[in-house]
């Protein structure tokens, strides 16, 4: 009898396979399972229950639900935006720079340092109507009223995002100036013997040149905060009235709280998918960026 | 400060000798080496109970591990998740009568556990909110909250301000007996940005707990027998009308939608605040020069009433057993050594509220003898406030239902929606929910 042994290379393969199977597979498997169920923490036995795709058609006629999904895409692209053109700008200054760079580039990843939550409370804070720094100083200056930063929905959704940009505009920043570093000196000297002026030579040259940097440095925070949370609890908690309520936040009050974590994973399911889309776009672009540069394959 | 800390030691040394009878006579079991794993409610003004533990392992051998202190809400979320995964094994658990019946099957009905004769020694309104379907889920400790007005006494103590007053609103300007006076005085006394009225909760359970009073205040509820939602009769209107009356009016910080209890306290005790509902434990930290800028200034009075009655949402914060909990007689020991007479008057020695009837009555006996006019006049009004007391629903869905329906207020409040609009979109997500949970 001829004892059958397994590929070697399945062998070797085997430990990766169990371990991401344990901590991925199995884990998303049984998050996809309960979505079908009106599992809640406080009653186990529910997650025994099949109820097809109620939860579903819930959250598909839920207008609260696609509120909170169409301010994450605002709030998503307002703030990736902001961040890479503060984040180029940061970086063309950084990259004149001669003296001190180093030094300025340890300090310039200062904020990315701190957690999201203490973030959270330092601008809660900074924008409190009442002992809060910002108006403070502003009636210092002679305002003689109480801007509610945290409670006028605009303001609030701008004080959020302040503090999102604060924290992570350092991300942009370091990527691009990686592609600054990496960049080729000739073809910019070419144009200055040519006669370009300073912004040809960026447009032309410089930026297309950045453009796949810009682009991976996209697709990473666009993941990152698609799923904000830790700012938004601390300073809002997605309120008031609902006004600065954002996927997360919505998803963690539905599952934690509530304690209804079928219907909370059925919204995690459907808010992959905008995590899905925003790749897929960021990749596609960063493809033709590469393809522009010859560097396609 | 040294004069209230005098008053506190002497306070609770006179009624640890009085206590020191029955815990004489109390058995609480001989444990040696057993462990209870024990999940507590932590804070400062927590500790002090928790110091006696060791007390408790002097006498019965056993030891406590504590494995977890957290925030109420934290330690909710913890609980739930441990129901999720079955890690529930541990044996006392910090509970509170408006968490109870969200944890169905987790801890062990008492009523068989601790002698009746105990039982009967409790507060029989804190006993009936401990129950949840006829099953006993805790045992009360001394923090027992149900919500009085401080004031701020120098508004009442100048004559000009007084006469400006009647001029403008036709009566004598005193100490609100209603909550029509106290919006009048709030608009009256605000100063925005430097001084306000009055403040209230506003968000979370914490708005939905304060509004539920009004509505009842106002002759209304929050749900029928069936616990359909009726909380937008008229009655709702008015009183969240009266909320929205004062945000219109800038007689609260613009703020006071993202404030909670600790905002709130912080908020009186900064002295920019006139009139502010709120809880017992904070008494001895406003009338506290080192905690307090009103200290000295501040003043309490029984709850203002609505046009029908006064009332209190009033909670209770408790000991439980869990049903897989290896040495349940152990830690009913614990328990019951944690809500003891002594306990609890240790405990509400340091402003808290007790939950039995005899250190009720020594506390307020001690304070009308004692030498310290504030804490006499803050647990008159605690006691008189008490009796207007009312919990929530005992049922698993009220966290949740307020998770629905505060968002609605905040909504009417910043002026989203009206009223009305605000209470019928809340009405109606408080129906589905209860309609889902099969109530009718």
Known sequence: MIRRRLPQWFVLLLPAFIVIAAVVLIPLIFSLYSSFTPYKLTRPSTLWTWVGTSNYEKILTDAKFWTAFGRTILFLTIVLNVELLLGLG??????????????????????????????????????????????????????????????????????????EIWMSTSVFAILILAGLFAMPRDPLEAAKVDGCTPWQSFRHITLPFLMPFIFIAMTIRSLDVARAYDIVQIMTGGGPARRTELLWTLMSRTGYVDARMGLANAMGYISIILSILFTIYFFRKLSAARADLGMEG | MKKLNLMKALLASSALIMASESVMAQDFGNFDG?????KLIGGEQYEALYARIADWEALTGATVNIISKKSHFEIDKEIKSDMAAGTTSWCVGSNHSSFAPQYEGLYVDLNGLVPADVIADFVPGNIAASTVNGELLMLPRAQFDVSVLYYLKSNYEDAAQAEAFEAEYGYPLAVPDTWDQVRDQAIFFADPPNFYGTQYAGKDEAIVGRFYEMVVAEGGNYLDEDNRPIFNSDAGQRALQWFVDLYEAGAVPAGTTSYVWDDL???????????????????????????????????????????????????HHGFSVTNDCENQDAAVSL??????????????????????????????????????????????AFAAGAEYSFAVPAIPEWGESTNLVFPELQAAIVGDKTVEEALNDAAEAVDELMRESGYY
């Open chain 2, 335 to 380: 328990v019951m050594f944690l809500t003891s007479e002594e306990s609890q008057l240790a405990e509400s020695a340091g402003g808290s509220l007790p939950t039995r009837t005899a250190v009720w009555e020594a506390n307020v006996a001690a304070a009308r003898e004692g030498d310290d006019p504030f804490r006499a006049e803050s647990l008159a």
């Open chain 1, 90 to 163: 940061i970086a063309l200054m950084m990259n004149k720079i001669t003296w001190g760079q180093r030094t300025l580039r340890t300090i310039l990843m200062f904020p990315m340092m701190f957690s999201p939550i203490l973030v959270g409370f330092q601008f809660k804070f900074i924008f409190n109507d009442n002992v809060g720094l910002v108006n403070n100083v502003l009636q210092s200056l002679g305002s003689d009223s109480a801007l509610p930063w945290l409670v006028d929905g605009k303001l609030a959704m701008f004080s959020i995002m302040f503090a």
């Open chain 2, 34 to 38: 057993v462990t209870i794993e024990a």
């Open chain 2, 265 to 315: 306290g912080q908020g009186f005790a900064s002295g920019t605040v006139a009139l502010n509902l709120d809880w017992p434990g904070w008494a001895g930290f406003f009338n506290d020069p080192e905690s307090s800028k009103a200290a000295g200034n501040v003043g309490v009075a029984i709850q203002p009433m609505g046009s029908v009655t006064r009332t209190g949402w009033a909670g």
